[in-house]
């Protein structure tokens, strides 16, 4: 299964995910944009721990990219096509084995605005290395 990828896009019409990756250091960049292009070739369910579900959330999923920091980044299935595509929803820093609070809300809240306006998302911009 091959899939579209796209990016969360804020009120203002700023491509969060984009900028989040670009006060990434160059490591950890090419880490993520390898999982990245992994999941637009692959989906997650071919390539087993590439994106694992995220605990107690039905729609959300997480990408781990270990690097100088324990990169987190919650994306969803869909979520207007089911089928093939993924929507990535917020970056986070995971310390201690624990998100900072409310990421999983922000991520999930995102989701809802996009099924509520599709504008709220935008083709994925791959991270610059």
């Known amino acids: 299964?091959?899939?579209?990828?796209?990016?969360?896009?804020?009120?203002?019409?700023?491509?969060?995910?984009a900028q989040w990756c670009r006060g990434l250091q160059k490591n950890d960049r090419i880490r993520l944009a390898k999982r990245m292009?992994?999941?637009?070739?692959?989906?997650?369910?071919?390539?087993?721990g590439l994106a694992g579900p995220v605990h107690n959330s039905p729609h959300l999923y997480k990408i781990k990219v270990n690097g100088s920091v324990a990169l987190r980044l919650l994306l969803c299935k869909g979520p207007l096509s089911m089928d093939d595509e993924y929507t990535f929803l917020l970056g986070a820093f995971e310390r201690d084995d624990e998100l900072p609070p409310g990421t999983l809300e922000t991520a999930e809240e995102r989701r809802t605005e996009i099924l509520n306006d599709e504008n709220r998302r935008c083709l994925h911009e791959r991270p610059t290395v």
């Open 1 to 17: 299964m091959s899939g579209t990828l796209y990016d969360y896009v804020d009120r203002r019409g700023r491509n969060d995910i």
């Open 37 to 48: 292009d992994l999941l637009a070739e692959s989906g997650h369910e071919l390539c087993p």
